[in-house]
């Protein structure tokens, strides 16, 4: 297919191969840990990632010796050649090295002391533009001005920002080291180092595409990972970007050096998060891959996010954990990603959240399918089609909400609108230019969904050859407007009309009388790549989602809940979830950004201090401060009850299809079908024999029993590559092997066990 060009790349994911050495397999935080196990060879770490996902060349080493051996007397080579002079004590005492010059593929790398036997690691290195793990990058792809290749590689540039003392500048402000600011304000980090607040911006390209990295510096002082600056705190926060698009070009890094949600009106609100991060010794990164309006593509999300914290660990320094923040696609990526790839963070506080994009998808196309129904009717049934009926069955406060939600999102889906990097020239027309790029997020998503099968082919896709991206919706089955009916909101006859009407859309989105059938293996490999996040790996991670009312605006409450219901179903608790509720629109309180990261930090700094042998999951829960809970907030950064708002201040709406029966959870794209039956509940109201002979006919195979699982409905897999061992692409994905031994221990503290299976 023409927007997946295959591209072979070295992946082999190799097992740690340790020759006689010991060591557990959990990870090792700053610090590390010595070599207690009396073995009689060195003990090897890779600490910056999986020893198999390395990329750029390079890799943080530890290497600690034999008991009663000293470090200088270790020999280290690389493929066979003599690296010990790289190696040199870290500012904790432990034997550490930025190992450079590794190939592209599997490296061997060697350790020895006098006398004693050789312990060996593979570690499998990447190219610096990817991929790593996401399978074949789409094509085609232009650059950012001044890219030295064709995968946009560029050397990092560094810039500088100062907070003021003047309080009537506000935010960071550029600064030059080679002519100082005079109103420098200064800042005590949690760890109570004081310093003054000047923060350097690291501006880079890996995976094609563009990376930030921001923290307090001293400019006239040395930092290394073996010994960084004193201000670091060995955290990690990482802003997300918002929508969900798909663009054919590099795009920039959402900013590190503000990050206040989105209110009404566009206008940023309540205290700056990022800023309060940088002042208390953290780490703030971005990567462009990571605004899901950017790239909504899970798979290159997770690897964009690894890539670049494996290169800000080899830069700055290890990690004690990792916290996401991020409103509406922030929220998106920081979900499916934590179910996907649990490890990637240990926190995450979505804000204007959307579990995931498949499953917020299938909201929005039907909505579109419900305005075109609606469009469709003559003038007079468009009058007995009141606004109070329709939102009935659109689930909605207002119908608002539909059109904002089709206006704002249903573009994403439609392969014929442009998209960035594209030229009108290059984009897909289904008569005219068959072969051209679908600027649509399934065909995007292609490794994901992989591509549709010959017998459903349209004639596009024969005169080129190949099926486009599989569609994971479906509404076979689905009854629209069935609550709304039962409570008598609209009549027997609206009713039949609606659903003998509405139809579907086909692979270009266009409506379809018939209803919309789901393709294989699209609609399994949309649960089993957790682009339907079933949350079955989330709880490993510790959330605060922040969440205020929606009045319209297409951030619908309801997904907060959602999410909860997943883990309820899942987990039988949600006890890993707490929800912020405020009256402020969408976002719930104007400092719940700040005060939810505060209370972030405090829980896992208490999950890091558990060196019990619980899994991470019930430390996650046994570790929760006493004081943190669902709350409810007065919108200006004051708690006002640690308990829900309630529906007063934060109602919970529906969506077309809860309202045909599903419940909150929302994540059956395609339901389990059960047959047709007059007896059912339809309400009061009955039907005429005529109508029901219709009914039938609307649906011949039965209609949607939402009391069981969804078809091909299955758990999320953790950990998948979308290629093999040559780069080709795996349609759908499958499990890594589990992380090699003792690598991926910078990740976090060892508390976390970040690879742990």
């Given at each position: 297919m023409q927007t997946k060009m295959r591209r072979v790349s070295v992946l082999a994911f190799a097992l740690l191969v340790a020759a006689c050495g010991g060591g557990s397999s959990g990870g090792g935080g700053p610090g590390g840990n010595s070599n207690a196990s009396g073995s009689n060879s060195p003990t090897i770490k890779v600490l910056s990632n999986r020893a198999d996902l390395i990329n750029g060349g390079d890799a943080l080493v530890e290497v600690d010796p034999p008991?009663?051996?000293?470090?200088?007397?270790?020999?280290?080579?690389?493929?066979?050649?003599?690296?010990?002079?790289?190696?040199?004590?870290?500012?904790?005492?432990?034997?550490?090295?930025?190992?450079?010059?590794?190939?592209?593929?599997?490296?061997?790398?060697?350790?020895?002391?006098?006398?004693?036997?050789?312990?060996?690691?593979?570690?499998?290195?990447?190219?610096?533009?990817?991929?790593?793990?996401?399978?074949?990058?789409i094509q085609p792809w232009t650059c950012q001005q001044g890219a030295v290749d064709a995968q946009c590689n560029q050397a990092p540039v560094y810039t500088w920002m100062y907070k003021s003392s003047d309080p009537l500048k506000r935010g960071l402000q550029p600064y030059d080291p080679a002519k100082p600011a005079i109103d420098v304000a200064r800042t005590t980090t949690d760890q109570g180092v004081a310093v003054p607040f000047i923060v350097r911006v690291e501006t880079g390209y890996q995976d094609r595409d563009q990376y930030q990295i921001a923290v307090l510096f001293q400019p006239k002082q040395a930092w290394t990972a073996l010994k960084p600056q004193q201000q670091f705190n060995h955290k990690l926060v990482i802003d997300h970007g918002a929508s969900c698009g798909a663009q054919y070009e590099t795009g920039t890094a959402p900013s590190t050096t503000s990050y206040q949600p989105l209110g009404l009106g566009g206008?940023?609100?309540?205290?700056?998060?990022?800023?309060?991060?940088?002042?208390?010794?953290?780490?703030?990164?971005?990567?462009?891959?990571?605004?899901?309006?950017?790239?909504?593509?899970?798979?290159?999300?997770?690897?964009?996010?690894?890539?670049?914290?494996?290169?800000?660990?080899?830069?700055?320094?290890?990690?004690?954990?990792?916290?996401?923040?991020?409103?509406?696609?922030?929220?998106?990526?920081?979900?499916?990603?934590?179910?996907?790839?649990?490890?990637?963070?240990?926190?995450?506080?979505?804000?204007?959240?959307?579990?995931?994009?498949?499953?917020?998808?299938?909201?929005?196309?039907?909505?579109?399918?419900?305005?075109?129904?609606?469009?469709?009717?003559?003038?007079?049934?468009?009058?007995?089609?009141?606004?109070?009926?329709?939102?009935?069955?659109?689930?909605?406060?207002?119908?608002?909400?539909?059109?904002?939600s089709d206006k704002g999102f249903f573009y994403a889906l439609v392969p014929t609108s442009l998209c960035g990097g594209v030229s009108s020239q290059q984009l897909y027309n289904p008569t005219t230019n068959p072969g051209g790029v679908r600027c649509s997020v399934v065909d995007y998503d292609i490794n994901i969904f992989g591509p549709r099968p010959p017998g459903v082919w349209t004639a596009p896709e024969k005169q080129i050859g190949h099926g486009f991206g599989g569609l994971a919706a479906d509404n076979v089955g689905v009854q629209y407007g069935l609550q709304a009916l039962q409570k008598q909101q609209i009549t027997p006859a609206e009713f039949v009309d609606l659903n003998a009407n509405i139809g579907g859309l086909d692979v270009d989105m266009n409506h379809i009388t018939q209803r919309l059938v789901a393709d294989e293996p699209a609609l399994a490999n949309a649960y089993r790549s957790g682009s339907i996040n079933e949350t079955n790996n989330l709880d490993r991670t510790a959330i605060i989602d922040c969440r205020g009312p929606n009045p319209c605006l297409a951030h619908d409450s309801y997904r907060a809940f959602a999410v909860r219901a997943r883990l309820d179903r899942e987990h039988?608790?949600?006890?890993?979830?707490?929800?912020?509720?405020?009256?402020?629109?969408?976002?719930?309180?104007?400092?719940?950004?700040?005060?939810?990261?505060?209370?972030?930090?405090?829980?896992?700094?208490?999950?890091?201090?558990?060196?019990?042998?619980?899994?991470?999951?019930?430390?996650?829960?046994?570790?929760?401060?006493a004081d943190l809970s669902d709350a409810c907030w007065d919108g200006n950064g004051n708690k006002l009850s640690s308990q829900l708002c309630g529906p007063a201040v934060v109602p919970v709406y529906g969506t077309p299809r809860m309202v045909a029966g599903e419940d909150v959870a929302t994540d059956i794209s395609k339901c389990t079908l059960k047959p047709l039956d007059r007896s059912d509940n339809y309400g009061p109201a009955a039907f005429t024999d005529a109508q029901w002979t219709q009914l039938q006919g609307i649906f011949p195979d039965g209609v949607c029993d939402f009391t069981q699982p969804g078809v091909q409905q299955q758990a999320t897999i953790a950990w998948q590559t979308y290629q093999d061992g040559t780069g080709a692409v795996i349609y759908g994905g499958q499990a890594m092997p589990a992380a090699p031994a003792n690598s991926g221990g910078g990740w976090a503290s060892p508390a976390f066990g970040v690879f742990a299976q």
């Open positions: 008991s009663g051996t000293a470090a200088s007397a270790l020999r280290v080579s690389l493929n066979g050649q003599d690296i010990s002079a790289q190696f040199a004590a870290s500012g904790g005492g432990q034997y550490m090295a930025l190992v450079s010059g590794l190939t592209v593929g599997s490296n061997t790398l060697s350790a020895q002391a006098p006398g004693l036997a050789v312990s060996s690691v593979t570690i499998v290195n990447h190219p610096q533009g990817g991929p790593v793990f996401a399978g074949p990058q206008l940023a609100i309540g205290a700056d998060s990022a800023v309060y991060a940088l002042g208390a010794g953290f780490a703030v990164m971005s990567t462009a891959l990571d605004n899901s309006g950017h790239d909504c593509n899970l798979a290159v999300q997770a690897e964009s996010l690894i890539m670049a914290k494996e290169h800000l660990i080899e830069s700055y320094g290890t990690l004690r954990y990792t916290i996401g923040q991020g409103c509406s696609g922030g929220s998106l990526a920081q979900q499916w990603i934590a179910n996907a790839y649990p490890g990637v963070y240990q926190g995450i506080l979505p804000t204007c959240s959307f579990p995931d994009a498949v499953s917020s998808a299938v909201q929005v196309a039907e909505y579109h399918m419900l305005i075109g129904y609606f469009g469709r009717l003559s003038a007079a049934q468009q009058l007995l089609w009141t606004e109070e009926k329709r939102s009935a069955v659109e689930g909605a406060a207002s119908t608002i909400n539909a059109v904002v039988g608790s949600h006890a890993n979830q707490l929800i912020w509720e405020g009256p402020s629109v969408i976002v719930g309180d104007a400092d719940c950004n700040l005060n939810s990261l505060a209370a972030m930090d405090r829980w896992l700094a208490a999950i890091e201090a558990d060196t019990g042998t619980a899994t991470l999951a019930q430390k996650v829960v046994n570790d929760k401060p």
